[in-house]
Every structure is written in structure tokens, then in C-alpha cells.
Antibody, heavy 120, light 110 residues
Framework: EVQLVESGGGLVHPGGSLRLSCAAS????????MSWVRQAPGKGLEWVSL????????YYADSVKGRFTISRDNSKNTLYVQMNSLRAEDTAVYYC??????????????WGQGTMVTVS | QSVLTQPPSASGTPGQRVTISCSGS????????VNWYQQLPGTAPKLLIY???QRPSGVPDRFSGSKSGTSASLAISGLQSEAEADYYC???????????FGTGTKVTVL
């Protein structure tokens, strides 16, 4: 069964850093683009960042550009996001999402269970 | 502030048909396909419709999607209590150079 498992969330002070990981299984990881999507408490979904299957192309929401860095290790089937200079408004559940293909406009077809990040 | 606008809520009685709209612009829906996600309370989102009107395996045919110009719609026919959830549209946006989600619609079965 295709599965995504996030880890690394927790409580961090404003200005601090955190690295989230997403372990993927049961699919050929390098063939698919991957994304991070977040959801603040009681709010809607917000796309955060996307990385192509090879890792060459990356995209970021304006709200995190310059502070977050997405990366992947295809040998370990793992997706990462390094989050620096964290702000209170970054508090959210962070979901890892597999994309339908290796195209930036593809749908998010598989989602992880999410990991909570609290900046306070 | 999302660039894709949805009504905040929609409702219907069991068996009815409910439609949710998603309004965008030429930089997103006007150029790219639309995807829809269902989020049941306390769970992760799930892909419901992709490429405007395609259902992933396992999604009932009660759910259907369409797109016209810079707007898209999700229809739920034969409404059941299990459909009570939040629904989000999404598409790529060239101006923002990123994916964008709609504002979300909460569906209630009366």
C-alpha cells in the first residue's frame, strides 16, 4: 500500500528552525513530484512547496520563500522541508503529498497523516 | 487570501444533489486543470476529482467535476451523510508560480 509518513513536528520558538521528514513507501519515489501542504488550526489548505522527481526543480509559496527549503533523497525515499526563521503564522499541520506524476500542475493523489508544527 | 473562490457552505437533504463552485482566473483555472479534495473531519485530505472530471479508483460516481472557462464545479448527487466534509478545489497558478487551493466549502447533510 502506498504510504507517506511525516515526522519532525513539534513546538519551536519564533525565529527557530525545524526539519520535517516524509518517508515514502510502496511506489517508485523518484518518478513523482512531491509537495508540502499545510493547514493552520481551523483554516483551509495552503500549498507550501513542491519538488520535482529528480529534485532539480523546486517551487515555493510566497509566504515561505527564503525561509523554507524543500529537498528529497531518492535513495532513501524521503522528502524533507527545512524550516528556518519560523513565525507564529507558520503554526499548522504539515502534510506531505505525492503528486499524480512529475508535473508541477498535477494533483496530490496520496497524502500523509500530517505532523503538527507549533511556533510559540 | 486564496485566488480560488468557493462558497463557504453548501447543504442538502439525503438524496439531493449539491453543487460547489470554484471561481478563478486565466492564470489558474483558465489554463490548467482543476482538482478537488475531500477532507473528512479530523483526517487528511483525499483526492476526489483530478484533471477536471476524472475520478480516482474507489471514488463513487456520485461525485463529478466539470470546468468551463475560469470556473469549475463539483457535484455530489444522491447526497449521503458520509459526504459531510470540507471540499477544496485546486490548480496551478502561473502568476504565483505555485499551486493554489480554493477557500473551501463545508458540506452539511440536513
Amino acid at each position: 500500500e502506498v504510504q507517506l509518513v511525516e515526522s519532525g513536528g513539534g513546538l519551536v520558538h519564533p525565529g527557530g528552525s525545524l526539519r520535517l521528514s516524509c518517508a515514502a513507501s510502496a511506489f517508485t519515489f523518484s518518478r513523482y513530484a512531491m509537495s508540502w501542504v499545510r493547514q493552520a488550526p481551523g483554516k483551509g489548505l495552503e500549498w507550501v512547496s513542491l519538488i520535482s522527481g529528480s529534485g532539480i526543480s523546486t517551487y515555493y509559496a510566497d509566504s515561505v520563500k527564503g525561509r523554507f527549503t524543500i529537498s528529497r533523497d531518492n535513495s532513501k525515499n524521503t522528502l524533507y522541508v527545512q524550516m528556518n526563521s519560523l513565525r507564529a503564522e507558520d503554526t499548522a499541520v504539515y502534510y506531505c503529498a505525492k503528486m499524480y506524476g512529475d508535473y508541477k500542475a498535477d494533483a496530490f493523489d496520496i497524502w500523509g497523516q500530517g505532523t503538527m508544527v507549533t511556533v510559540s | 487570501q486564496s485566488v480560488l473562490t468557493q462558497p463557504p457552505s453548501a447543504s442538502g437533504t439525503p438524496g439531493q444533489r449539491v453543487t460547489i463552485s470554484c471561481s478563478g482566473s486565466s492564470s489558474n483555472i483558465g489554463t490548467y486543470t482543476v482538482n478537488w479534495y475531500q477532507q473528512l473531519p479530523g483526517t487528511a485530505p483525499k483526492l476526489l476529482i483530478y484533471s477536471n472530471n476524472q475520478r480516482p479508483s474507489g471514488v463513487p460516481d456520485r461525485f463529478s467535476g466539470s470546468k468551463s472557462g475560469t470556473s469549475a464545479s463539483l457535484a455530489i448527487s444522491g447526497l449521503q451523510s458520509e459526504a459531510e466534509a470540507d471540499y477544496y478545489c485546486a490548480a496551478w497558478d502561473d502568476r504565483l508560480n505555485g499551486q493554489v487551493f480554493g477557500t473551501g466549502t463545508k458540506v452539511t447533510v440536513l
